[in-house]
């Protein structure tokens, strides 16, 4: 694969003529919508003939919600190890709460590409958000910790789950090392019955980062209590946030750098985006709210308002600003020139793998480059 950059007067025509590759390839792999047309900047994956190179086998994941589109799913199973599923809440009793939706088709679909289901826990309260109330509970109590894992291990058992997934955000941090010793027991079980066993870490860079999402995670002790960890390296630009980019390069390297200080590369998944935001402008802080775009969506939007995109050489992340119905708008997203930058911190690193948040749009770009630069470990069939 090559990455090619769209300059002005380029046509998918005239680039599948210079570099010797098909018009319909160019517009299966960049996912373009007739009539085709390209915005100046834009980053485009081309299936160019070149020598096999030297890869490595890494393992894949990619969370999405039981509401993702089949054919989506269908797209993007063939380049995953994990498929977790979106997600199992648990009562004050630890009582499972289901999801809203079936996961079941997942889960087959899943299989037949021999793809493990991983189901994911969370501790969602009645209001759709994570719980630190919940969470208290849960790690203090021995017998609701044990009624959890055996309805977790029934349930694994039940809908042929491969593997369980513990997201767990804004734990106190007073409930530190009992979230962690939560995770080992989950781990021992989870194990002696067949399944892994991975955590998700929110992006720390020091031991005793201050503030609410970080105090009850401790790198050191989920490391060795879960048999992966997820790094969720994303979300610097977010929905309440000034725009910038979602996954500066530059920040994520600080948060791996000090990862694996605590816990062994073989353990660690790179967390990476799958998707962007769309700014309104002037930015007001407790007042602006971007819009969640896909990446493909990001090209679209500027090639509507014929925006050229820049791609900046710090976070090494693209972006573009526009101007509709009078209001002013900045955008930042992901291309695969960021997310070759992503793939070259895993193999700098020699990191276990990546991780996606979320799966639930297809970017095909992203996948067709992930498989030339690695190999995909997946189950035998």
Same mark, same amino acid.
Do not use: C
């Given at each position: 694969?090559?990455?090619?950059?769209?300059?002005?007067?380029?046509?998918?025509?005239?680039?599948?003529?210079?570099?010797?590759?098909?018009?319909?390839?160019?517009?299966?792999?960049?996912?373009?919508?007739?009539?085709?047309?390209?915005?100046?900047?834009?980053?485009?994956?081309?299936?160019?003939? /070149?020598?096999?190179?030297?890869?490595?086998?890494?393992?894949?994941?990619?969370?999405?919600?039981?509401?993702?589109?089949?054919?989506?799913? +269908?797209?993007?199973?063939?380049?995953? +190890?994990?498929?977790?599923?979106?997600?199992?809440?648990?009562?004050?009793? $630890?009582?499972?709460?289901?999801?809203?939706?079936?996961?079941?088709?997942?889960? /087959?679909?899943? @299989?037949?590409? &021999?793809?493990?289901?991983?189901?994911?826990? +969370?501790?969602?309260?009645?209001?759709?958000?994570?719980?630190?109330?919940?969470?208290?509970?849960?790690?203090?109590?021995?017998?609701?910790?044990?009624?959890?894992?055996?309805?977790?291990?029934?349930?694994?058992?039940?809908? &042929?789950? $491969?593997?369980?997934?513990?997201?767990?955000?804004?734990?106190?941090?007073?409930?530190?090392?009992?979230?962690?010793?939560?995770?080992?027991?989950? @781990?021992?079980?989870?194990?002696?019955?067949?399944?892994?066993?991975?955590?998700?870490?929110?992006?720390?860079?020091?031991? &005793?980062?201050?503030?609410?999402?970080?105090?009850?995670?401790?790198?050191?002790?989920?490391?060795?209590?879960?048999?992966?960890?997820?790094?969720?390296?994303?979300?610097?630009?977010?929905?309440?946030?000034?725009?910038?980019?979602?996954?500066?390069?530059?920040?994520?390297?600080?948060? =791996?750098?000090?990862?694996?200080?605590?816990?062994?590369?073989?353990?660690?998944?790179? $967390?990476?985006?799958?998707? $962007?935001?769309?700014?309104?402008?002037?930015?007001?802080?407790?007042?602006?709210?971007? @819009?969640?775009?896909?990446? +493909?969506?990001?090209?679209?939007?500027?090639?509507?308002?014929?925006?050229?995109?820049?791609?900046?050489?710090?976070?090494?992340?693209?972006?573009?600003?526009? =101007?509709?119905?009078?209001?002013?708008?900045?955008?930042?997203?992901?291309?695969?020139?960021?997310?070759? /930058?992503?793939?070259?911190?895993?193999?700098?690193?020699?990191?276990?793998?990546?991780?996606?948040?979320?799966?639930? &749009?297809?970017?095909?770009?992203?996948?067709?480059?992930?498989?030339?630069?690695?190999?995909?470990?997946?189950?035998?069939?």
């Amino acid at each position: 694969m090559e990455i090619y950059v769209v300059r002005a007067g380029d046509s998918v025509d005239s680039i599948a003529s210079t570099y010797g590759v098909t018009p319909d390839s160019i517009i299966y792999n960049n996912q373009l919508s007739y009539p085709y047309r390209l915005a100046i900047g834009q980053a485009l994956l081309l299936s160019v003939n /070149e020598n096999a190179k030297e890869k490595r086998n890494i393992i894949t994941g990619g969370y999405a919600y039981p509401f993702i589109r089949r054919f989506t799913l +269908t797209e993007t199973l063939p380049y995953l +190890t994990d498929l977790f599923i979106f997600s199992y809440g648990f009562t004050t009793n $630890g009582d499972l709460i289901p999801p809203l939706s079936d996961d079941n088709w997942m889960i /087959e679909l899943a @299989r037949k590409n &021999n793809t493990s289901p991983v189901l994911t826990l +969370t501790p969602f309260g009645s209001d759709g958000m994570f719980s630190n109330y919940l969470i208290t509970v849960l790690v203090n109590s021995p017998d609701v910790q044990q009624n959890l894992i055996e309805n977790l291990l029934k349930t694994m058992e039940a809908k &042929n789950y $491969g593997g369980i997934d513990i997201d767990f955000e804004y734990i106190l941090a007073e409930d530190r090392i009992a979230f962690a010793e939560f995770v080992t027991k989950v @781990r021992i079980a989870a194990n002696a019955a067949g399944y892994s066993v991975s955590v998700a870490l929110v992006p720390k860079t020091s031991d &005793n980062q201050p503030g609410l999402l970080y105090g009850g995670k401790d790198y050191a002790l989920l490391g060795e209590a879960a048999n992966s960890v997820l790094l969720m390296t994303y979300e610097w630009g977010y929905t309440y946030g000034p725009p910038m980019a979602v996954a500066p390069i530059h920040k994520v390297r600080e948060v =791996v750098e000090y990862a694996l200080t605590r816990i062994p590369a073989d353990k660690i998944n790179l $967390g990476i985006p799958n998707y $962007g935001y769309d700014w309104p402008l002037p930015y007001e802080k407790g007042i602006t709210a971007a @819009r969640t775009i896909s990446n +493909t969506e990001a090209i679209e939007i500027a090639i509507a308002n014929n925006a050229s995109i820049q791609f900046d050489p710090v976070s090494m992340s693209p972006h573009f600003s526009y =101007v509709k119905d009078g209001t002013g708008h900045e955008v930042w997203f992901e291309d695969v020139r960021s997310m070759n /930058e992503k793939f070259s911190l895993i193999q700098e690193y020699h990191l276990r793998g990546a991780g996606y948040w979320q799966i639930m &749009n297809l970017f095909r770009a992203n996948w067709l480059l992930l498989a030339d630069t690695f190999y995909i470990s997946k189950a035998p069939d």
